[in-house]
């Protein structure tokens, strides 16, 4: 598995739809200050599910869209595409190549699409649990991450490293069905006392 490249149209400051592709081994992404090198790591994280702003150096959804410059109008909408090699069936969808597609309207819709297909927040979500890819995992390294990374406290570590190992699918796993035992022994009590007036 590798991410084989990035599609941008209308994120930030791409008002037009540019491909960039990455070959195996090591991708150096030059410019000047400011030319939007890490608006592709944003966009990286934006497609993979990040829902705060601040982490995408944004105050709010507007931020995201292209607004216009350099004699471009400004976009109606931000498109950002992964394409990734699935060759070694590293995630459990039955293509070499997989798409994943996040776009955002003006009125701050948002659209997950997996291979063109619409799918939930959460499908993306469950997609990269535990790969070590998720917007939560330390793939998208930004300037200023290492230093939290290192300051960061034991608790914040044994997180990383339980995401790291694949343990962390099974506590969310865990956590939903005490949720959902919880329910059903409230109703169980509720059953208990109506059967209680009854009898
Ligand atoms: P540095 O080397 O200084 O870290 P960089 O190459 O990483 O810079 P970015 O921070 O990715 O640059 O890009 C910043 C640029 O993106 C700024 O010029 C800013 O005006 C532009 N930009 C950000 N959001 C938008 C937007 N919504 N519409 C148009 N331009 C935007």
């Known amino acids: ?25 090591i991708t150096s992404i030059v410019g ?28 709010e959804s507007k931020d995201i869209i292209f607004s216009g410059g350099e004699g471009k109008k400004p976009a109606n909408y931000a498109e950002v595409s992964l394409f990734i090699d ?16 996040r776009k955002m309207s003006q009125n701050g819709d948002n659209d997950y699409l997996i291979n063109d297909k619409k ?24 300037q200023g991450k290492v230093e939290r990374i290192i300051s960061s406290s034991n608790k914040e570590i044994k997180s990383i490293i ?5 343990v962390k699918k099974f506590q969310q796993k865990k956590m939903e069905s005490e949720k959902r ?13 109506v059967l209680g007036e009854i009898g």
């Open 32 to 59: 000047p200050n400011g030319s939007g090198k890490s608006n592709i790591l944003d966009g990286i994280l934006w497609v993979l599910g990040e829902q705060s702003y601040k982490n995408i150096r944004a105050k």
């Open 119 to 142: 799918v939930r927040l959460k499908d993306i979500g469950e997609l990269f649990l535990d790969t070590g890819v998720g917007k939560s995992a330390y793939s998208v390294i930004g």
């Open 181 to 193: 035992l919880e329910k059903v022994q409230n109703e169980l009590e509720k059953i208990e006392l």
């Open 1 to 25: 598995m590798y991410l084989k490249g990035v599609e941008i149209y209308g994120f930030k400051s791409f008002g037009e739809r540019i491909r960039i592709d990455f070959d195996g081994g």
């Open 86 to 101: 699935n060759r070694d069936n590293f995630f459990p969808i039955e293509a070499d190549s997989i798409k994943i597609t």
């Open 162 to 166: 339980e995401e790291a190992a694949g």
